[in-house]
């Protein structure tokens, strides 16, 4: 499986904008980039993917570079309910048929500071 | 989005003993996933299930441990066998992300502790 590369942590005041970075320079042309999060006690959440265009929803932004190598998941204005750990993953079709399965790395844990 | 329902959300164990997890989804899904969170750890896949057919196991994890059942598009069951403190974890089921372009949707988990 493709595989994607993030910093451990990342910190944030509340009412700003924070940009997660990930590094996916393995992607291939047909590779679905995903987020999740996981806020504590709860299950992962899908947040946001794209293919190769930005894409925008009510949660975040994903800014995807043109080369596809990396991507950014943009929080406009953090809030303390958005600490959480934060999962960029690559779904990659399979010869088999379908994609591949949810594959977790660590991920970046994202502090937000009132 | 598909709503997951899973139970028991927590319990306490004794070592030896066997525990099924319950997953229930307010739609039909063809694919059901089940995960292992460590603690302070990631996620681990631990088996696809579909219905119809045997659960696929991802290495490290065998039927006799963890025994699946998917008797139809709305449920399925995960059993941990003979528990040892090591298996304590959050165990979370999932659905759906068939395709690259449809997300994959998350239970909040049966937190489960061995004594």
């Known amino acids: 499986d493709a595989k994607t590369t993030q910093p451990n942590s990342m910190e944030s005041n509340e009412e700003e904008p924070v940009h997660l970075p990930c590094n996916h320079s393995t992607i291939s042309g047909t590779d679905y980039i995903h987020w999740y999060r996981q806020l504590p006690s709860q299950g992962p959440e899908y947040v946001i993917h794209?293919?190769?265009s930005n894409v925008n929803n009510r949660m975040a932004s994903l800014a995807i570079a043109e080369d596809r190598k990396s991507s950014t998941l943009i929080l406009h204005r953090a809030t303390l309910r958005d600490a959480a750990v934060y999962y960029c993953?690559?779904?990659?079709?399979?010869?088999?048929?379908?994609?591949?399965?949810?594959?977790f790395g660590a991920g970046t844990r994202l502090a937000v500071h009132p | 989005s598909a709503v997951i329902s899973q139970k028991p959300s927590r319990d306490i164990c004794q070592r030896g003993t066997s525990l099924t997890i319950q997953c229930q989804v307010d739609?039909?899904?063809?694919?059901m996933f089940w995960y292992r969170q460590q603690p302070g750890q990631s996620l681990t896949l631990i088996a696809t299930?579909?219905?119809?057919?045997?659960?696929?196991?991802e290495s490290g994890f065998v039927i006799d441990k963890f025994p699946i059942s998917r008797p139809n598009l709305t449920f399925s069951t995960l059993t941990v066998s003979n528990m040892s403190p090591e298996d304590s974890s959050i165990y979370l089921c999932?659905?759906?992300?068939?395709?690259?372009?449809?997300?994959?949707?998350f239970g909040d988990g049966t937190r489960l502790s061995i004594l």
């Open positions: 739609s039909q899904v063809t694919m």
């Open positions: 299930a579909n219905q119809g057919s045997e659960a696929t196991y």
């Open positions: 993953i690559l779904r990659t079709p399979m010869f088999s048929g379908g994609y591949n399965k949810l594959i």
């Open positions: 794209g293919l190769t």
């Open positions: 999932s659905v759906g992300g068939g395709t690259g372009n449809q997300p994959q949707h």
